[in-house]
């Protein structure tokens, strides 16, 4: 069941469990600032059970969002007090490519900045995170699990995150209820138009005799 063109049902947030060779510190050869890379989503990658459902993200699912120009800001671990790079600023920058969404990001000379490029030099922190709204999904039922594919979001915020969990949201869990509903719907559907069909044959059979 695909919720084409749905409006915002409210943010939500994934994380990348990367590691440290996927989030590191690029230092210039011509003197400049180091630059933070990695990637805040891979395309075609399971979750872990978000609580009753498990998640991927589609190719292109960032793509009308990059193209739009979104107003997307770079934060440490989604804190908008601690900014150190923004997409219209050019100090954040996004593409997507046949893994995922890269980011590359010119920290900023805060406090916050300086902390987060010392952490990663130092491998203690690894993951990236992003945060969305959903304008397009999928679900269906696949080997018994429900899998919720997303094609289509607005991205507000991309995190260099602490604790990269892969975590539900009360949005994705709302939405996993409606596609049970439907599918409940359609079930009671089929049962009807079977005991039709049945009661038809009867009478058919009936008036043979």
Request: aromatic content about 6%; some cysteine.
């Amino acid at each position: 069941m695909s919720n084409e063109q749905q409006p915002n049902r409210g943010q939500e947030y994934r994380a990348s469990c990367l590691s440290v060779s996927e989030i590191r510190m690029d230092s210039q050869e011509d003197g400049s600032e180091p630059k933070i890379v990695g990637y805040a989503a891979k395309f075609n990658s399971l979750s872990h059970d978000l609580g009753g459902f498990r998640e991927k993200i589609e190719p292109g699912a960032f793509s009308r969002a990059l193209s739009e120009g979104q107003d997307v800001r770079a934060l440490v671990d989604h804190d908008p007090g601690k900014i150190i790079g923004r997409s219209t600023s050019g100090t954040l920058r996004m593409l997507e490519d046949d893994h995922g969404l890269r980011v590359e990001i010119d920290p900023a000379n805060t406090t916050a900045g300086r902390d987060i490029m010392e952490s990663i030099t130092r491998g203690d922190v690894t993951g990236m995170s992003f945060g969305f709204t959903v304008k397009d999904d999928d679900w269906q039922i696949v080997d018994g699990e429900n899998i919720r594919t997303l094609r289509d979001m607005d991205l507000f915020d991309v995190s260099v995150v602490t604790f990269p969990a892969y975590a539900s949201t009360e949005v994705a869990l709302r939405s996993l209820s409606e596609f049970q509903a439907d599918m409940a719907a359609v079930d009671e559907d089929i049962r009807r138009a079977d005991a039709t069909a049945m009661r038809k044959a009867k009478i058919r059979l009936a008036e043979s005799d």
